[in-house]
Nanobody, 123 residues
């Protein structure tokens, strides 16, 4: 069974940090893009960060300089380190993967999704 599972969400005060993980089972992060997306209530899902197996990364403008995406290919796990968190970062965060991605921060390019993990940042 192919599955992506996110962990690491929680509640934190403004300025704090969290690290999200996304473990793949029944699936290998081979030569393609993996991404983190988030969706706040009443808003569309937006691309946060993405990484290719070759190490290339891309970030959404709102998180540049604060968030870092990384991967451990041996563990088949994706990470998102979030620093200097703000209340506007509050959202459900999901990881996604797909071998045919053309626009790494475009949600429509991904077909495999995790269930998501909630991040809540209080002021």
């Amino acid at each position: 069974q192919v599955r992506l599972m996110e962990t690491g969400g929680g509640s934190v005060q403004s300025g704090g940090s969290l690290r999200l993980s996304c473990a793949a089972s029944g699936y290998t992060y081979s030569n393609h893009w993996k991404g983190w997306f988030r969706q706040a209530p009443g808003k569309e899902r937006e691309g946060v960060a993405a990484i290719h197996n070759n190490g290339n990364t891309t970030y959404g403008d709102s998180v540049k300089g604060r968030f870092t995406i990384s991967q451990d290919n041996a563990k088949n796990t994706l990470y998102l380190l979030m620093n200097s968190l703000k209340p506007e970062d509050t959202a459900m965060y999901s990881c996604a993967a797909d071998p045919t991605v053309r626009c790494p921060l475009s949600r429509s390019d991904y077909n495999l999704w995790g269930q998501g993990t909630q991040v809540t940042v209080s002021s």
